[in-house]
């Protein structure tokens, strides 16, 4: 049976579960990991714009900006999708020092499999969006 999260409206995918599935079909926001992250985000943005979210538990500013990300990828309706990498996750540490993160949380925008954008700590639903439109086709 398939659990959901209806304030978020996609299959709930707690960190017990992900291992579960070897493959598992990406939704719109979705977790991924080191092991993973090629497939997921590299390959995937070959398709679509791929918003990633470096994040960690302890930190406040991470808690103020997921949902402002959520709202905005819900608002571009499948145009473009959102991996959150929990840095403090297993290996995933080591994709932040692959991509010289220095703090969390910091977002890096993939497409095509190239990086054409990052930005770090929390900010408004506008200037996400505007950034989205900055570095992609979407409006």
């Given at each position: 049976?398939?659990?959901?999260?209806?304030?978020?409206?996609?299959?709930?995918?707690?960190?017990?579960?992900?291992h579960?599935?070897?493959?598992?079909?990406?939704?719109?926001?979705?977790?991924?990991?080191?092991?993973?992250?090629?497939?997921?985000?590299?390959?995937?943005?070959?398709a679509?714009?791929?918003?990633?979210?470096?994040?960690?538990?302890?930190?406040?500013?991470?808690?103020?900006?997921?949902?402002?990300?959520?709202?905005?990828?819900?608002?571009?309706?499948?145009?473009?999708?959102?991996?959150?990498?929990?840095?403090?996750?297993?290996?995933?540490?080591?994709l932040?020092?692959?991509?010289?993160?220095?703090?969390?949380?910091?977002?890096?925008?993939?497409?095509?499999?190239?990086?054409?954008?990052?930005?770090?700590?929390?900010?408004?639903?506008?200037?996400?969006?505007?950034?989205?439109?900055?570095?992609?086709?979407?409006?």
């Amino acid at each position: 049976m398939a659990l959901i999260d209806f304030e978020l409206q996609r299959p709930y995918r707690s960190h017990a579960m992900t291992h579960l599935h070897a493959a598992p079909a990406p939704g719109l926001i979705f977790d991924t990991h080191l092991e993973h992250f090629d497939r997921d985000v590299i390959e995937a943005s070959h398709a679509l714009p791929i918003l990633v979210d470096f994040w960690a538990d302890w930190c406040p500013p991470c808690r103020a900006l997921t949902p402002v990300l959520e709202r905005v990828i819900a608002h571009h309706a499948g145009k473009i999708h959102m991996a959150k990498v929990e840095v403090d996750e297993g290996a995933n540490m080591k994709l932040a020092g692959r991509y010289g993160l220095r703090g969390f949380p910091t977002v890096l925008l993939f497409v095509k499999g190239e990086i054409v954008g990052r930005f770090s700590s929390a900010k408004p639903e506008r200037w996400v969006h505007e950034f989205i439109a900055e570095h992609t086709d979407i409006e």
